[in-house]
């Protein structure tokens, strides 16, 4: 079974300029969401979507970031304008609306460097 | 106080001996534990989940006390490849809906040495 697939794994960018992140959950999985980790820190939950509509977004800094899930299928984070502190690894993850514990898998991440 | 908290580590042991995370949570309402295991530059993977009864896989032991909002792991025999960071992970329902929202601690890194 294919993971939950994420490009680019990497980007360097400078603050303000602007970003986005694509992510390809694993087939059938309802649930979507957004991390971010800081350097030392756990993931912390930006968004999460049921199919294509939103469930929680309230740790989502809403004036520079964005996200959607057309389709109920693919997803993308955007930034914009990028500060020094979005720098960290932005990860997504699926699980399957069936599983009552909620297992969460994860992609590789991408890593996102603001100059 | 935060949602999740643990042991800041890091930890530091030989291979074979036994180390013991301790995790507390602030959400009285949170349903579900687990613990996931993160490596260097690599994304989280659930480890296991963590039962009211305890629950045990290998050399791996997981506790849970809703009194106290305290859930801990221990790791019997380490090994080499038991170096990582292990992350502390509640779930609780978000208002309103049937779906969880998943609480990371910040992690306890992990050095299991020769």
């Known amino acids: 079974e294919a993971g939950v697939a994420q490009s680019p794994r990497y980007k360097i960018i400078e603050k303000r300029q602007s970003v986005a992140f694509w992510c390809n959950p694993i087939s059938g999985h309802a649930t979507l969401y957004w991390y971010q980790q800081i350097l030392g820190q756990g993931p912390k939950l930006l968004i999460q979507?049921?199919?294509?509509?939103?469930?929680?977004d309230s740790q989502l800094p809403k004036d520079r970031f964005s996200a959607e899930r057309l389709k109920g299928v693919d997803s993308t984070l955007k930034i914009q304008p990028a500060k020094l502190e979005d720098s960290a690894v932005y990860l997504c993850a699926s699980s399957s609306a069936s599983s009552s514990y909620n297992e969460q898998f994860f992609g590789p991440g991408t890593r996102l460097t603001v100059l | 106080r935060k949602e999740v908290e643990q042991d800041p580590g890091p930890f530091n042991v030989p291979e074979g001996a036994t180390v013991a995370f301790n995790c507390t949570y602030s959400?009285?309402?949170?349903?579900?534990f687990f613990w996931y295991r993160q490596d260097c530059r690599k994304e989280p993977k659930l480890l296991m989940s963590v039962y009211s009864s305890g629950n045990e896989d290998g050399r791996f032991t997981a506790q849970l006390n809703r009194a106290s909002q305290y859930i801990s792991l221990l790791i019997r025999d380490s090994k080499l490849s038991d170096s990582a960071t292990y992350l502390c992970v509640v779930n609780a329902q978000t208002g309103g809906t049937s779906y969880g929202k998943l609480t990371f601690g910040q992690g306890t890194i992990l050095t299991v040495h020769p």
């Open positions: 959400n009285s309402a949170s349903q579900s």
């Open positions: 979507f049921q199919n294509n509509g939103v469930v929680d």
